[in-house]
């Protein structure tokens, strides 16, 4: 059974929003700080927004502004609301639970999801 999954991707024109969902156990929800990533083609997976069990978060620089991550403890749900979206968005999203190691990195601890694919084009 899949530990993550993400679902409310889809194609949207450049300017629109879509809101991202990503459902987990209760376990791994309630004792970790939870994370969206994402991957375009042909490049490396990156992290894109983390919200920690105490709500705190933070975000790519370029995300900053446009993206907001939430969680809804009670339905064990990580949120991704994703605003003037642009063509360079375009990504397979995924999300998972996370960790800050010394270095203050922020690393992934679970088996990935299948992700879901956000198409930004006109």
């Known amino acids: 059974q899949a530990q993550l999954v993400e679902s409310g991707g889809g194609l949207v024109q450049p300017g629109g929003s879509l809101r991202l969902s990503c459902v987990t156990s209760?376990?791994?929800?309630?004792?970790?700080?939870m994370g969206w990533y994402r991957q375009a083609p042909g490049k490396q997976r990156d992290l894109v927004a983390i919200?920690?069990?105490?709500?705190?978060?933070d975000y790519a620089d370029s995300e900053k502004g446009r993206f907001t991550i939430s969680r809804d403890n009670a339905k064990n749900t990580v949120y991704l609301q994703m605003n003037s979206l642009k063509p360079e968005d375009t990504a397979v999203y995924y999300c998972?639970?996370?960790?800050?190691?010394?270095?203050?990195?922020?690393?992934?601890?679970?088996?990935w999801g299948q992700g879901t694919l956000v198409a930004v084009s006109s």
């Open positions: 209760e376990i791994i929800f309630s004792i970790n700080d």
């Open positions: 919200i920690t069990s105490g709500e705190s978060t």
């Open positions: 998972n639970a996370v960790i800050r190691t010394y270095a203050g990195v922020y690393v992934p601890l679970l088996e």
